[in-house]
């Protein structure tokens, strides 16, 4: 079994920066995709970004591209996402995810453990 536990969600203006830390622990497989996604209120869950394990292959939702920069440090187990220039529409609550075949893939349904998620809140 994983767990994944991020962190790091806030109020910010729009412009605004925040950064957003998810840990995993327990049986964490070796080659495991991170992603992250989000869910508005009213709203379904959606992809924000998403990265291997080697770091080679990352995708972005347009929505975020040139803003979000997600990252990973594997000795610790840890993914990151930056957010710059953050927006209104941007609020939402932040969850992140492993997919244990590492495909760093968009597709919701490949992901296997979720965090419990973040808040993230951005005023005008």
């Known amino acids: 079994q994983v767990q994944l536990v991020d962190s790091g969600g806030g109020l910010v203006q729009a412009g605004g920066s925040l950064r957003l830390s998810c840990a995993a622990s327990g049986r964490v497989p070796g080659t495991y995709a991170m992603g992250w996604f989000r869910q508005a209120p009213g709203k379904e869950r959606e992809f924000v970004a998403a990265?291997?394990?080697?770091?080679?292959?990352?995708n972005y939702a347009d929505s975020v591209k040139g803003r979000f920069t997600i990252s990973r440090d594997n000795a610790k187990n840890t993914v990151y996402l930056q957010m710059n220039s953050l927006k209104p529409e941007d609020t939402a609550v932040y969850y992140c995810a492993a997919d244990q075949w590492g495909s760093a893939t968009p597709d919701i349904k490949a992901y296997d453990y979720w965090g419990q998620g973040t808040q993230v809140s951005v005023s005008s």
């Open positions: 990265v291997r394990w080697t770091g080679s292959n990352i």
